[in-house]
């Protein structure tokens, strides 16, 4: 059933939509359950550090909404953060040479992370709009290549950041204001703005309308091909926004980076609520979405309960649950 009802005390019956509340009691369960765990668990270096890592997927999460709300897909965004990654790391240090350690070879190493992700997502959204190709097909394709591209980068190893410009960026990772790390300001701006433009903007109604019925968005006089392409290249950018809160924590991008970054996005966007198959997204379900993923990760760090190894496996199962529930009760709304 979809929804369960409750008998208000005048009489009337008060409609509760499990698929709303459900993630959020998800939880709060959750949050239960690490408080009980550990003695450690509400400590505020936990809590920053979940929050932080949080923001990297969480970014990313926040674009996933809105080309799945459109009806689309993206498995490419975890070998596109290593590929922009890689690039942006090359850059900086081939400037600092002719500059320096300098404030603007960081700036315009920001600069690049954000224009390569922009021009990635463009390219996967003209390959989808303009050739006609499947989104899983072209996905899946760039996922292979930006993977292979960052590995050739590398020779196979590592691209390090230079030790005084690690320095120089660090901040963007490890300072913020009021003890709240920049990751976490940006991704709770990014939420922000992505739910505002989801339920208050023309383009998040027609990316529903286009989810929902690409031939009625079409007959409406929605630019179909337009407005699902500007969520691919949105896509993009946030995805080089995530690379460029996420290197100075390492300094560093390997083939490694970003690995499984696109099953976590679409994860959280489908824990969240958002329909897998177009036609309704929320933007702060995958924001709930995302913290549930960071904390059965953390209490399984925290803990003995189960090994953290079995990470994976849980976070499977939570994945099914939610498409099993999805399928079983529709769309909310």
Same mark, same amino acid.
């Given at each position: 059933?979809?929804?369960?009802?409750?008998?208000?005390?005048?009489?009337?019956?008060?409609? &509760?939509?499990?698929?709303? &509340?459900?993630?959020?009691?998800?939880?709060?369960?959750?949050v239960?359950?690490?408080?009980?765990? @550990?003695?450690?668990f509400?400590?505020?270096?936990n809590?920053t550090?979940?929050?932080?890592?949080?923001?990297?997927?969480?970014?990313? +999460?926040?674009?996933?909404?809105?080309?799945?709300?459109?009806?689309? *897909?993206?498995l @490419? =965004?975890?070998?596109?953060?290593?590929?922009?990654?890689?690039v942006?790391?090359l /850059?900086? #240090?081939?400037?600092?040479?002719?500059?320096?350690?300098?404030?603007?070879?960081?700036?315009?190493?920001?600069?690049?992370?954000?224009?390569? !992700?922009? /021009?990635?997502?463009?390219? #996967?959204?003209?390959?989808?709009?303009?050739?006609?190709?499947?989104?899983? &097909?072209?996905?899946?394709?760039?996922?292979?290549?930006?993977?292979?591209?960052?590995?050739?980068?590398?020779?196979?190893?590592?691209?390090?950041?230079?030790?005084?410009?690690?320095?120089?960026?660090?901040?963007?990772?490890?300072?913020?204001?009021?003890?709240?790390?920049?990751?976490?300001?940006?991704?709770?701006?990014?939420?922000?703005?992505g $739910?505002?433009?989801?339920?208050?903007?023309?383009?998040?109604?027609?990316?529903?309308?286009?989810?929902? #019925?690409?031939?009625?968005?079409?007959?409406?006089?929605?630019a179909?091909?337009?407005?699902?392409?500007?969520?691919?290249?949105?896509?993009?950018?946030?995805?080089?926004?995530?690379?460029v809160?996420?290197?100075?924590? *390492?300094? @560093?991008?390997?083939?490694?980076?970003?690995?499984?970054? $696109?099953?976590?996005a679409? +994860?959280?966007?489908? &824990?969240?609520?958002?329909?897998?198959? !177009?036609?309704?997204?929320? =933007?702060?379900?995958?924001v =709930?979405?995302?913290?549930?993923? @960071? *904390?059965?990760?953390?209490?399984?760090?925290?803990?003995?309960?189960?090994?953290?190894?079995?990470?994976?496996?849980?976070?499977?199962?939570?994945?099914?649950?939610?498409?099993?529930?999805?399928?079983?009760? !529709?769309?909310?709304?």
């Amino acid at each position: 059933m979809s929804e369960a009802t409750a008998k208000k005390p005048g009489g009337r019956r008060m409609r &509760i939509d499990l698929q709303t &509340i459900g993630p959020v009691v998800a939880l709060i369960a959750l949050v239960l359950i690490g408080i009980s765990l @550990s003695d450690n668990f509400l400590s505020y270096a936990n809590v920053t550090n979940v929050l932080a890592r949080s923001a990297f997927i969480g970014i990313i +999460a926040v674009g996933m909404t809105f080309v799945i709300t459109a009806g689309g *897909l993206d498995l @490419s =965004v975890g070998s596109m953060a290593a590929f922009v990654a890689g690039v942006m790391i090359l /850059a900086m #240090n081939a400037l600092t040479e002719r500059m320096g350690v300098t404030l603007p070879v960081v700036l315009i190493g920001i600069a690049i992370a954000l224009f390569v !992700g922009f /021009a990635a997502g463009m390219i #996967n959204g003209l390959l989808i709009t303009r050739a006609g190709i499947e989104a899983f &097909i072209v996905t899946l394709g760039t996922m292979g290549i930006y993977r292979s591209l960052i590995t050739w980068l590398a020779d196979g190893g590592t691209l390090s950041l230079g030790y005084e410009m690690g320095e120089l960026y660090r901040p963007l990772y490890y300072g913020g204001i009021a003890g709240i790390s920049w990751p976490i300001i940006v991704f709770a701006l990014v939420a922000i703005i992505g $739910e505002i433009a989801m339920r208050h903007t023309a383009f998040g109604r027609h990316c529903a309308a286009i989810g929902s #019925n690409e031939k009625v968005a079409r007959y409406s006089s929605v630019a179909v091909l337009r407005v699902r392409l500007i969520t691919y290249a949105l896509l993009g950018l946030l995805v080089g926004l995530a690379v460029v809160m996420y290197v100075p924590r *390492l300094g @560093s991008a390997s083939s490694a980076t970003g690995l499984l970054w $696109e099953l976590e996005a679409i +994860a959280s966007v489908i &824990i969240g609520g958002t329909l897998l198959k !177009g036609g309704f997204g929320r =933007v702060w379900g995958t924001v =709930v979405g995302v913290l549930i993923l @960071s *904390l059965i990760g953390n209490i399984l760090n925290l803990t003995d309960f189960v090994s953290p190894y079995l990470n994976g496996a849980i976070q499977g199962v939570v994945i099914i649950l939610a498409v099993v529930l999805q399928r079983n009760t !529709g769309p909310a709304r």
